[in-house]
């Protein structure tokens, strides 16, 4: 599986659909490292910071932010050319998916 190059990706679109509830796209920032990626995303029923673990071919994390007013498990992988997974939250289930745009520079 080629995942895009380690780095920081800001102003990512996430987007959520199912759980009974209208899609809402949220915006957020991506850390992308060796051995998982970081998941930041103020908006929504938010704060969330995910800390993703790589386990071939999934990442897997919880919210851990330390202002966090729901708990989240999430699952997602690389598909193609995105970002698609599942998102646990409050009993409820979503979809998400992102796409990576211009990696960080200095």
Known sequence: ???PANGAYDSVMF????????EQDLEG???????GMVLEIAGG???YLLVGKFTNPLFKAANSHQNRISEVDT???WL????????FEDNRE??????L???RTA
């Open 101 to 103: 745009g211009a990696r």
């Open 94 to 99: 979503f979809l998400f998916k992102f796409k």
């Open 45 to 47: 029923d938010g704060p």
């Open 15 to 22: 987007h959520f659909f199912g759980g009974g509830e209208n």
């Open 80 to 87: 193609d050319s995105l970002f698609v997974g599942v998102w």
């Open 29 to 35: 920032n991506v850390i992308l490292r060796p051995d």
């Open 75 to 77: 699952t997602w992988s």
């Open 1 to 3: 599986m080629k995942i």
